[in-house]
């Protein structure tokens, strides 16, 4: 998601480091820590303005929630959000998603939220899709053994390129929804995104994907 330079953004990150952590590479292997309990651990992957992370964190307040975000402007959008409704199992992280082992330790995250990341289309470009090999690699580090990964997109090459790229993992496919805005799903929270093309109409694609714990 990317939205216009915000004036003040970095300054904002930076008088809060109680929801953004200024030196989070310190806290891998210590997140449970950080929250001060012994819950599980959810992260999001490129959460944009924070609606769908801030969401859940309210909706499940027994599970602890860590949105990754590399624009500085656009997660100072998401920390107004923290600020002004203070949800304590909420952290952001102003970091790079393709370098997840700096900031958890192995089997320290319980599960990962993909949600509208960007399709880069073009072959040339593969490697740089979140649900490419190369970063499930990095995720199947960071999770513990049977983690899961849900994704969420409106784009079905996307979505059609990721399920052959779990399952070509060796990951399991636990559930799937080809439009999931007109299924039985319950609980669903919506991204910004996914509020703008549903809206217009557009089928929501969903699936679960587990890894296999290792034998």
């Known amino acids: ?24 590479e310190k806290l891998k292997g210590r997140w449970q820590e950080r929250f001060k309990n012994d819950h599980p651990i959810h992260i999001e992957i490129g959460m944009g303005k924070g609606q769908f992370i801030t969401g859940m964190a309210k909706a499940h307040p027994e ?27 909420l952290q952001l992280l102003h970091v790079d998603g393709s370098e997840l082992t700096n900031y958890f330790a192995e089997n320290e ?3 990962i939220y993909l949600n509208f990341s960007d399709p880069w289309p073009k072959k040339r470009h593969e490697k740089r899709r979140l649900t490419s090999k190369n970063f499930l ?9 049977n983690g899961e990964i849900h994704f969420k997109t409106d784009n079905q090459g996307l979505f059609e390129y990721s399920l052959a790229s779990f399952s070509q993992y060796g990951m399991v496919l636990k559930k799937v929804w080809l439009d999931l805005h007109h299924s039985d799903y319950e609980g669903n929270i919506m991204t910004e995104y996914e509020e703008k093309f549903s809206g217009k109409g557009q089928p929501i694609y969903r ?6 714990q290792s034998v």
């Open 1 to 24: 998601m990317r939205v216009r330079n915000r004036p003040g953004a970095a300054e904002l990150l930076a008088a809060h480091p109680e929801y953004v952590p200024a030196e989070p």
């Open 63 to 89: 599970i602890n929630y860590i949105g990754i975000e590399m624009q500085v402007s656009v997660i100072s959008l998401a920390l107004d959000k923290l600020i002004a409704e203070h949800v304590p199992n």
């Open 137 to 145: 690699a990095v995720d199947e580090t960071i999770l513990r053994p």
């Open 109 to 111: 995250v319980d599960q």
């Open 207 to 212: 699936v679960e994907a587990q890894f296999k």
